[in-house]
């Protein structure tokens, strides 16, 4: 099946400061989830961006399909940032429509 | 106006037990999933239904049963729980692909199972 990988694994930032996170993958996708989950384990849908870029506040999202990434950018960090980050995809082959996710990225931000 | 709701959202009980987590979607969406999150967060699909018919059933044990009364509803019963079955399991709802255009998945809150 299709393989996910995120990076970096762990992340720590100070307020205020920018960061790039990083998604993966191995084959052509139909469907590109970012998803932040919160410390009350909720997952909060992001972005919908199997190409593009999007911009949603100081969050934005750069998918590159032919080259088989996407990222995720965070500017001006706040501690509510903080959580795990998601990059789920669903391949574009195959009938039925089920997202792979990665192993996610553990972003702190400290005060 | 929740769009896809889960209950309960915590249900802490004893092995050997058996316990159902309903889910329902007020989207219109044609396909509900269950995935299931293990205690280091990874995410993996348990199931799929498509109209009330099930579609993916990757390798989960046979005492998990799904049921889709409806397609609005997918409820998870599972039977003779184990300590491994410990975990968060979520719930979520799309539109059939290429239906109308491609659209994401919409998740549940959440189901949080502790056994004891």
């Known amino acids: 099946g299709i393989q996910v990988e995120q990076s970096p694994p762990d992340l720590i930032l100070q307020e205020g400061a920018n960061s790039t996170l990083r998604c993966n993958f191995s084959d052509s996708v139909n469907n590109l989830q970012w998803f932040h989950q919160n410390p009350w384990g909720q997952l909060i849908n992001l972005f919908y961006?199997?190409?593009g870029t999007k911009q949603n506040g100081r969050l934005s999202a750069t998918t590159v399909a032919t080259e088989r990434y996407s990222l995720l950018y965070i500017s001006s960090s706040q501690t509510t940032d903080s959580g795990v980050y998601f990059c789920?995809?669903?391949?574009?082959?195959?009938?039925?429509?089920?997202?792979?996710f990665g192993s996610g990225t553990q972003l702190t931000v400290l005060p | 106006d929740t769009a896809v709701s889960q209950t309960p959202k915590y249900l802490v009980t004893q092995m050997g037990n058996d316990k159902s987590i309903k889910c329902e979607q007020n989207?219109?969406?044609?396909?509900m999933y269950w995935y299931k999150q293990d205690s280091k967060k990874f995410l993996k699909i348990m199931f799929s239904y498509n109209n009330k018919e099930l579609i993916i059933n990757e390798t989960v044990p046979n005492r998990f049963s799904p049921k889709s009364p409806d397609k609005a509803h997918l409820n998870l019963h599972i039977n003779s729980l184990e300590l491994g079955d410990s975990a968060v399991y979520f719930c979520a709802s799309s539109p059939n692909r290429g239906r109308i255009g491609n659209q994401p998945q919409h998740f549940g809150d959440g189901t949080r199972l502790s056994i004891l």
């Open positions: 961006i199997p190409s």
């Open positions: 789920a995809v669903e391949p574009l082959s195959g009938s039925a429509r089920q997202l792979t």
């Open positions: 989207l219109g969406h044609d396909t």
